[in-house]
């Protein structure tokens, strides 16, 4: 799959590629944790829990369904920019750059200075994305890690770690190093569960 980057005719490629990112960022920044939060009278995310705009935390307001509704808006809104990337262009470059601008979105959004969510749901959006047996895989290897541990953040942080080696094994290698630098992004957005996981203080799936 790398020798696909042979294809691509840098010289020209360049605009199509940048509009690429930043259409895709811009729509992986639009803060879904925030606006169902909202919807459903709960307030501002930012000012519960561990202040996170993801579906973790807005779960923590006691709103089921704004929480479900992020999680699903949050992986849509990923998924739907690899896609239209690869309906667009064909070649794989771009929608792996367009997976990495919606994840970089969701991260760091314009909107909130820069101050988003962990990016696990938006990673599982754009692995669907590139491959959706690869994503399949990987969201059974986070219920496998969750239903053994009752941990979610160390759920996250297995997937996360083995998605690029699912791309690895099948040959998908531009995937692969594109699920590394995702990977270490969602392990520095974790830092703090990191700190709690080896404290044995990071709290389980179900309990408050």
């Known amino acids: 799959m790398l020798e696909s980057l042979a294809l691509v005719h840098w010289d020209t490629a360049w605009p199509y590629l940048l509009a690429t990112f930043i259409v895709s960022y811009l729509l992986g920044s639009i803060p879904f944790g925030l606006i169902f939060a909202w919807l459903s009278g709960a307030g501002d995310i930012r000012k519960i829990g561990s202040g996170n705009i993801g ?3 807005v779960l923590r307001s006691g709103k089921r369904w704004a929480a479900a509704a ?3 808006f949050d992986a849509g809104k990923a998924l739907l920019a690899v896609t239209l990337a690869e309906l667009w ?13 919606a994840f970089i979105g969701h991260l ?10 962990k990016g696990v749901a938006s ?3 754009i692995t669907i994305g590139l491959n959706w047996v690869i994503g399949f895989v990987t969201c059974l290897t986070w ?10 953040s160390l759920a996250a942080l297995v997937a996360a770690a083995m998605t690029p080696v699912y791309f690895a094994l099948i040959g998908e290698y531009l995937f692969a190093v594109l699920g590394v630098v995702l990977a270490v992004l969602i392990f520095y957005s974790h830092r703090a569960n990191l700190q709690r996981l080896r404290r044995g ?8």
């Open 143 to 152: 219920l496998g890690v969750a239903w053994s541990f009752r941990i979610s």
């Open 70 to 72: 992020t999680l699903l």
């Open 108 to 117: 760091y959004p314009v909107w909130l200075n820069f101050k988003g969510g």
């Open 123 to 125: 990673f599982i959006g």
């Open 89 to 101: 262009f064909g070649l794989d470059v771009f929608p792996a750059i367009a997976g990495f601008g």
């Open 201 to 208: 203080e990071e709290p389980k799936i179900g309990k408050k």
């Open 55 to 57: 579906a973790t935390n």
